[in-house]
């Protein structure tokens, strides 16, 4: 899934089984079509949807998905919202990796952004994940600004830091 090109043709036959979708996550809040606006020539919207619409448009709704990775370049928290606050069927993933963007203009540019960030961790309590691994990426910190507040949330002068999460057992 990438929103932002096709894939290449050349590439394709020596990978079977492969299938590229150009789409990419949309959650509430900031998503790359404003982020990435510059870098890509302003991304088309409508190339943006919903876990739950890409899903219906794949005609995946009953399956189960074993790793959920999310690298939507600051839409990650509303993605992350919408999944687990606002009654999607989260029992569906099994794993979250997520890279999370901590700057200014990825995923946390106003207040609204970090309250959705916000609601998104408790809502994330309150369905029993919990975090496995962390890492983080230093790369550029300096040059970043942060929303304000996001200090109180993150522990570290680090803009990216990639974190998988599972759902506690019962």
Same mark, same amino acid.
Request: proline share 3%.
């Given at each position: ?13 020596? &990978?079977? %089984? &492969?299938?590229?979708? @150009?789409?990419?996550?949309? %959650? ?10 510059? =870098? ?16 219906? =448009?794949? %005609?995946?709704? +009953? @399956?189960? *998905?074993?790793? &959920? ?13 919408? &999944? ?8 569906? /993933?099994?794993? *979250? ?16 952004? /970090? ?10 309590? =309150? ?5 496995? !691994?962390?890492?983080? +990426?230093?790369? %550029?910190?300096?040059?970043? =600004? ?5 200090? !109180?949330? *993150?522990?570290?002068? !680090? ?7 599972? @759902?506690?057992?019962?």
């Amino acid at each position: 899934f990438d929103p932002t090109m096709d894939f290449p043709s050349n590439i394709a036959p020596g &990978l079977p %089984g &492969l299938t590229f979708h @150009r789409l990419g996550l949309q %959650g509430e809040g900031t998503d790359m079509s404003t982020t990435h606006a510059v =870098k890509y020539d302003a991304i088309d919207p409508s190339l943006l949807l919903s876990l739950e619409d890409i899903m219906i =448009k794949l %005609g995946h709704q +009953n @399956r189960v *998905i074993d790793v &959920l990775m999310l690298d939507c370049e600051g839409c990650e928290w509303g993605v992350l919202r919408q &999944l687990v606050c606002e009654g999607g069927d989260t029992a569906m /993933v099994k794993q *979250i990796m997520t890279e999370f963007h901590f700057q200014y203009n990825l995923g946390l540019k106003d207040e609204r952004d /970090v309250m959705i960030a916000a609601e998104a961790v408790s809502c994330l309590r =309150k369905d029993r994940w919990a975090v496995t !691994s962390i890492e983080t +990426n230093n790369a %550029g910190w300096r040059e970043w =600004k942060y929303a304000r507040g996001v200090s !109180s949330v *993150i522990h570290s002068e !680090s803009t990216l830091i990639l974190m998988s999460l599972r @759902r506690i057992a019962n």
